[in-house]
């Protein structure tokens, strides 16, 4: 079903708007510059997301995306499941944004295309629509296009420091802290452990140093993204330890900040070989800012 979730209070677009038109699994930092043009026509700002996209997994969950885009300014998002869109004529697709929501202007990438087979392009927009259509070089970063694409690539290699510069900001879960085997609570090193939602994309499986806000209060913390070969258990999760936080987090959400990698996963040789290890990257998250 065609949705449209309003984040700002709004429940129509009567006396027009400005839409982002693009994929949108997220928002790197290519689709920030079309924020900043949409913002520039003093209207409330749509933007389209597509869910279940040809291209495997997305970037955010779309709780993730709401909270994006809720946090650059968009009044609305128009949800787009791929699988009932796929088909639409280029004409189709132009003909319903312009009727459901009477858009003064739309602001899209130069790479922008949409409907069947992929065959409309800004230019198709304009022509089906007679709405004005202002197309926005796409970003570069060391001279590589910023994408959703080159994003996930830097998340496959572990290179979260570089994902996190496409992205303009850090890569991040939002999920609810769920009761494990409280293993990291025996060794001193009690953790937050959150599931890794299904159809968001996977990192690479390692140690990473992260961030979050727990009531307020901001923490650093060391979390092992994959399985727990020490103790034989092969689910893949999230496991947090917090450095300096004391408090049951069951049942909360957290936003959970990915700072950088640091290590890969080993198997230790027990369960205090664990521990010294834990107390060396413990060590190494206190002394980087």
Not at 7 to 36: E, I, P, R, W
Not at 102 to 130: I, N, W, Y
């Amino acid at each position: 079903m065609l949705n449209t979730l309003w984040l700002n209070g709004q429940s129509n677009t009567k006396n027009g708007c400005v839409m982002l038109l693009g994929g949108f699994d997220g928002l790197h930092a290519g689709h920030k510059t079309l924020v900043g043009r949409a913002k520039q026509y003093a209207l409330p700002i749509g933007a389209m997301t597509i869910l279940g996209g040809k291209n495997g997994d997305s970037l955010f969950t779309v709780e993730e995306r709401l909270e994006m885009f809720s946090s650059v300014g968009v009044a609305f998002v128009f949800e787009l499941p791929f699988s009932e869109i796929k088909d639409y004529s280029p004409e189709t697709f132009a003909n319903l944004l312009e009727e459901r929501f009477s858009p003064k202007a739309f602001v899209c990438g130069d790479d922008f295309r949409f409907g069947k087979m992929a065959a409309g392009t800004p230019e198709t927009l304009k022509c089906a629509t007679q709405v004005p259509v202002e197309i926005v070089e796409l970003l570069q970063k060391d001279g590589e296009k910023i994408s959703s694409t080159t994003v996930k690539a830097r998340l496959e290699q572990g290179d979260i420091e570089k994902a996190n510069e496409l992205l303009g900001e850090r890569f991040f879960l939002i999920g609810e802290v769920v009761k494990d085997r409280q293993i990291g609570k025996k060794l001193g090193f009690p953790t937050a452990n959150i599931v890794y939602p299904s159809g968001k994309f996977p990192l690479k499986n390692g140690v990473y140093e992260t961030r979050a806000t727990i009531d307020g209060k901001r923490y650093k913390g060391i979390t092992n993204y994959g399985a727990r070969p020490t103790f034989g258990d092969e689910t893949v999760l999230t496991e947090t330890h917090f450095d300096g936080f004391a408090g049951d987090l069951y049942g909360k959400k957290i936003k959970l900040e990915f700072v950088r990698f640091m290590r890969d996963i080993t198997k230790f040789d027990g369960a205090e070989a664990l521990k010294t290890q834990l107390q060396k990257d413990l060590k190494e998250i206190r002394n980087n800012d």
